[in-house]
């Protein structure tokens, strides 16, 4: 023995590299975007939400039958109750049962963001590690859930308390699949936008103002849409790319995503992710109102926005203790720190630490107040 400490070291890196393609008719039968990747006569495990399955399944299975690929096409359900360990084991039981090639036949995921979500994190624990595609059909997945790569399933009644990070080889956006979708689950990735746009777009959030109405009417399916859509997702992508593995802890955009983790938890049969997200924006801007952070006629717009778009927002829900805890858990979640993203003026964002439970308690009856005046009659006012 030489006495000499004895080290070895290991250093590497891998680069991450995915496009998020729009890819419209994604299964019209001219298109080949979904075998761009991967062996093109292979087998895939493709996972589709049962809603999706309900408009569309007849057409991805004549799509992947017209290509003679072997496709097994397991159906399962979206919804915040399926994204569970149960329905994560099941569908690894059902992919050991449909072999595929470790590298070559990646798994496709068509869904919203709870089948995103869990089917990466599938990609990600099955023979540690195996590709996949995604395939977002919620609003919510198109500008946020499907974009980043971000793998998990809840547990323990925390939300995503279990996951990796995952990176797919491709996102493929069709926009048309968004026509389906039922009005409340619009508003609910309506929610991500606005939460984007007011901490880092003041022209996404002028967007929102001129045409937001008319693009749920439409059902994101017009011009003014796809505006809307490509500068959400663009702003997402550059707020998540320098950041993907959340080495920087001061997100912008986690605004919405501090008291609203106890909300989802606590209410799931009641809450949307988005629309607890949307309680939790506006319980901030008026905190930040109270500190002179936000001009109080910036966070009158968002109220405004809110009342124009008609998104629901139940009072009833907001509980100063649950949403407390929720802060603090979010605390050990940014590491000791609040970190929490406020809105310094439409467009503009900055980071507290220092929020107090007095503050909280102080803005939710004044929350409360503005949304009931904001939906009564203005005769009655
Ligand atoms: N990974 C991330 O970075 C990230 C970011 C934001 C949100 N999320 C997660 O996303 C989840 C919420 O996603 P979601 O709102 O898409 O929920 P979801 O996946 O449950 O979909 C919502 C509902 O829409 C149905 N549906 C899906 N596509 C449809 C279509 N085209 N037509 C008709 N119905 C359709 C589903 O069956 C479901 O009932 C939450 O669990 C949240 O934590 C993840």
Same mark, same amino acid.
């Given at each position: 023995m030489s006495g000499v400490p004895t080290r070895w070291q290991v250093?590497? +890196?891998? %680069?991450?590299?995915?496009?998020?393609?729009?890819?419209? @008719?994604l299964f019209d039968p001219a298109c080949d975007a979904l075998l761009a990747h991967g062996r093109p006569q292979g087998r895939r495990f493709v996972v589709v939400d049962a809603e999706v399955a309900r408009h569309h399944g007849a057409a991805i299975r004549a799509?992947?039958?017209a290509r003679g690929v +072997?496709?097994?096409?397991?159906? &399962?359900?979206?919804?915040?109750?399926?994204?569970?360990?149960?329905?994560?084991?099941? =569908? =690894? $039981?059902?992919?050991?049962?449909? %072999?595929?090639?470790?590298?070559?036949?990646?798994?496709?995921?068509? @869904?919203?963001?709870? =089948?995103?979500?869990?089917?990466?994190?599938?990609?990600?624990?099955?023979? $540690?590690? &195996?590709?996949?595609?995604?395939? %977002?059909?919620?609003? /919510? @997945?198109?500008?946020d859930a499907a974009l980043g790569i971000k793998a998990g399933i809840n547990f323990n009644a925390h939300k995503n308390r279990l996951g990796s990070f995952e990176p797919p080889l491709a996102v493929l956006l069709d926009p048309t699949l968004l026509a389906? *979708? %039922?009005?409340?689950?619009? /508003?609910?990735?309506?929610?991500?936008?606005?939460? =984007?746009?007011?901490?880092?777009? $003041?022209?996404?959030?002028?967007? *929102?103002?001129?045409? @937001?109405?008319?693009?749920?009417?439409?059902?994101? +399916?017009?011009?003014?849409?796809?505006?809307?859509?490509?500068?959400?997702i663009g702003g997402m992508l550059d707020e998540l790319a320098p950041n993907l593995h959340e080495d920087e802890l001061e997100r912008k955009v986690d605004f919405g995503h501090t008291f609203s983790y106890g909300l989802e938890a606590r209410h799931a049969d009641r809450l949307l992710h988005g629309e607890a997200v949307l309680l939790d924006i506006l319980v901030s801007c008026l905190i930040a109102e109270r500190r002179g952070l936000l001009p109080a006629a910036d966070a009158a717009r968002i109220f405004a926005l809110v009342q124009q778009l008609e998104i629901g927002l139940d009072c009833a829900l907001l509980d100063a203790g649950l949403m407390w805890e929720s802060l603090l858990d979010r605390t050990l979640h940014r590491d000791g720190l609040q970190r929490v993203p406020m809105p310094a003026g439409l467009g503009r964002c900055v980071f507290l630490n220092d929020i107090t439970r007095a503050e909280l308690d102080a803005a939710l009856p004044a929350l409360c107040a503005r949304i009931q005046s904001s939906h009564e009659p203005a005769l009655e006012r």
């Open positions: 250093r590497a +890196q891998r %680069p991450i590299a995915y496009d998020v393609i729009k890819t419209p @008719g799509w992947f039958d +072997q496709a097994r096409i397991q159906v &399962v359900p979206g919804g915040e109750e399926n994204k569970t360990i149960e329905v994560w084991q099941g =569908l =690894l $039981r059902a992919l050991d049962a449909f %072999p595929i090639h470790r590298r070559d036949e990646p798994i496709i995921v068509i @869904g919203g963001g709870v =089948l995103t979500d869990v089917v990466a994190f599938v990609a990600a624990s099955y023979r $540690r590690g &195996v590709p996949h595609l995604k395939v %977002p059909t919620t609003l /919510m @997945g198109y500008v389906t *979708l %039922p009005r409340r689950h619009l /508003m609910n990735g309506v929610c991500e936008i606005i939460k =984007l746009a007011i901490v880092r777009d $003041r022209a996404l959030f002028e967007a *929102l103002e001129r045409d @937001g109405a008319a693009c749920v009417a439409a059902r994101f +399916q017009d011009v003014a849409s796809e505006a809307i859509l490509d500068a959400a």
